[in-house]
């Protein structure tokens, strides 16, 4: 069973529109969400992280949590075409010790 | 003032060869990472130091052996290389072991031959 899962995308929005990029975990004893975004080529950074239940808004960013659905999403409003890029949900998991799983990422391209 | 480097940015090597990449930051963090990211994207954690103490040792073959001399560098050693071993390896580092803003390097790509 995987641990964390994305769909593959590529999802597609058209430019100023909100994205909406969905993340489900297994390990309900997980405490921490990540969100990270990977340009190709690059290495990842941070977007921002979340611990409780309900939504952390940054900027364009909002992360949302769902513990009991086991369920984190970001959503990208007024989204650009520089937003254009793999987006790596991770999860802080309590499984087998610490562990920081990725899940394997959502292509997001914002066409202009 | 790269906060997070990597050493060599590309390495192409052959079956059977060793192999090291060295990673320094100058953040001042007491944590670092190696991480790997195969030919299908998909990032998975290797080991982490905490203060030169290894406190995360994933199912990893042992022909990777980590080392960290001090707080601010950490170096992964690979014997015997693989095809399989080809892929881009990420150092990265944070502060504490919460995985909290961890700030990833520019990776190292390895090419098994």
């Known amino acids: 069973q995987k641990e964390v899962e994305q769909n593959s995308g590529p999802l597609s929005v058209p430019e100023g529109a909100i994205a909406s990029l969905n993340c489900t975990y297994s390990?309900?004893?997980?405490?921490?969400f990540f969100w990270y975004r990977q340009y190709s080529g690059k290495s990842p950074e941070l977007i921002m992280f979340?611990?409780?239940?309900g939504d952390k808004e940054d900027g364009r960013f909002t992360a949302q949590l769902n513990k009991a659905s086991q369920y984190v999403s970001l959503l990208i409003r007024d989204s650009q075409p520089s937003d254009s890029a793999t987006y790596l949900c991770a999860v802080n998991s309590k499984n087998y010790g610490q562990n920081f799983v990725f899940g394997p990422g959502t292509r997001l391209s914002v066409l202009p | 003032d790269t906060a997070v480097s990597q050493t060599p940015k590309y390495l192409v090597t052959q079956m059977g060869n060793d192999k090291s990449i060295k990673c320094e930051q100058n953040l001042g963090h007491d944590t670092m990472y190696w991480y790997k990211q195969d030919s299908k994207k998909f990032l998975k954690i290797m080991f982490s130091?905490?203060?030169?103490?290894?406190?995360i040792n994933e199912t990893v073959p042992n022909r990777f052996s980590p080392k960290s001399p001090d707080k601010a560098h950490l170096n992964l050693h690979i014997n015997s290389l693989e095809l399989g071993d080809s892929a881009v390896y990420f150092c990265a580092s944070s502060y504490g072991t919460s995985f909290d803003e961890q700030y990833f390097g520019p990776g190292t790509r390895l090419t098994v031959t």
């Open positions: 130091y905490n203060n030169k103490e290894l406190i």
């Open positions: 390990d309900r004893g997980s405490q921490s």
């Open positions: 979340i611990y409780s239940n």
